[in-house]
T-cell receptor, first 110, second 115 residues
Framework: RKEVEQDPGPFNVPEGATVAFNCTYSNSASQSFFWYRQDCRKEPKLLMSVYSSGNEDGRFTAQLNRASQYISLLIRDSKLSDSATYLCVAHMNRDDKIIFGKGTRLHILP | DGGITQSPKYLFRKEGQNVTLSCEQNLNHDAMYWYRQDPGQGLRLIYYSQIVNDFQKGDIAEGYSVSREKKESFPLTVTSAQKNPTAFYLC??????????????FGQGTRLTVV
């Protein structure tokens, strides 16, 4: 089982819709979790951290369920500019290893 | 401005040659990382370092080598033993703070092409 798994998509979603991604992780020693966004041929950039209590940043909401070992990202009122690949990331506590999922591709359709 | 710098942005190498990719950060981060990304794929961890003079193999270390003589620098050498080196290489750094601010910051990447 891969350490961090995501549905690769692509998700083709009309502008204005709500879309949700899930990600599962296998190592319960994982300490911190993040969602990154990567545009074509660019480096990944931090979208938001994921906290156990859930957190929201504008149209984006992230949730962490440690018992079930999954992380989610919800995007409301999607914009054309949200089209990108979204990477789920786990930072291991013990050895500082940072593991990326393969990413979920999102296409927002006009 | 604080940040992480990779150079060069594009690199061409002849088959059988070693090549070194540079990564420098002035964020005072202890941990540094090298990832490889192939077209349409995710990031795979090559090597990482938690502290100066120490580093560990990631998932795909074969054919690569690193050094960590200074906190700011974590160069990656792609050796001739790497069978398929053409890829996008990304360097990252992260603080080792056990609080919430442990996200990775990335350089702009180096595109290596073997010709």
């Amino acid at each position: 089982r891969k350490e961090v798994e995501q549905d690769p998509g692509p998700f083709n979603v009309p502008e204005g819709a709500t879309v949700a991604f899930n990600c599962t992780y296998s190592n319960s020693a994982s300490q911190s979790f993040f969602w990154y966004r990567q545009d074509c041929r660019k480096e990944p950039k931090l979208l938001m951290s994921v906290y156990s209590s859930g957190n929201e940043d504008g149209r984006f909401t992230a949730q962490l369920n440690r018992a079930s070992q999954y992380i989610s990202l919800l995007i409301r009122d999607s914009k054309l500019s949200d089209s990108a690949t979204y990477l789920c990331v786990a930072h291991m506590n013990r050895d500082d290893k940072i593991i990326f999922g393969k990413g979920t591709r999102l296409h927002i359709l006009p | 401005d604080g940040g992480i710098t990779q150079s060069p942005k594009y690199l061409f190498r002849k088959e059988g040659q070693n090549v070194t990719l540079s990564c420098e950060q002035n964020l005072n981060h202890d941990a540094m990382y090298w990832y490889r990304q192939d077209p349409g794929q995710g990031l795979r961890l090559i090597y990482y370092s938690q502290i100066v003079n120490d580093f560990q193999k990631g998932d795909i270390a074969e054919g690569y080598s690193v050094s960590r003589e200074k906190k700011e620098s974590f160069p990656l050498t792609v050796t001739s033993a790497q069978k398929n080196p053409t890829a996008f290489y990304l360097c990252a750094s992260s603080p080792r703070d056990r609080g919430t601010n442990t996200e990775a910051f990335f350089g702009q990447g180096t595109r290596l092409t073997v010709v």
